[in-house]
């Protein structure tokens, strides 16, 4: 079992920054993949990031690539999200999650076995 806590979310500047944490409690989050998703209000839940357990690989969705970067200290049992140029559209709940090795980063909400309770994040013009 896994159990994941996001924080850092927030108020957010337009071409400002916000770095996202995720907390994971239990002794073998270093052999999990994590993910970061994201929902606006009135829309489906959609794909922002992975990361290896090894933290070597990484995927990003084409509306974020170049400006978010997904990252994880194992030591910390934490995983990052830093997100850059910010735009009012990256407004929305983002939510941590995580999921056993396979052979591919996982990009869909169905693949992933843990979740956070998801953090705001707003971002103003």
């Known amino acids: 079992q896994v159990q994941l806590v996001e924080s850092g979310g927030g108020l957010g500047q337009a071409r400002g920054s916000l770095r996202l944490s995720c907390v994971a409690s239990g002794r073998t989050f270093n052999t999990y993949f994590m993910g970061w998703f994201r929902q606006a209000p009135g829309k489906e839940r959609e794909f922002v990031a992975s990361?290896?357990?090894?933290?070597?690989?990484?995927n990003y969705a084409d509306s974020v690539k170049g400006r978010f970067t997904i990252s994880r200290d194992n030591a910390k049992n934490t995983a990052y999200l830093q997100m850059n140029s910010l735009k009012p559209d990256d407004t929305a709940v983002y939510y941590c999650?995580?999921?056993?090795?396979?052979?591919?980063?996982?990009?869909?909400?169905?693949?992933?076995?843990?979740w956070g309770q998801g953090t705001q994040v707003t971002v103003s013009s």
């Open positions: 999650a995580a999921t056993s090795p396979r052979g591919i980063l996982p990009t869909m909400d169905s693949q992933y076995d843990y």
């Open positions: 990361v290896t357990w090894t933290g070597s690989s990484t």
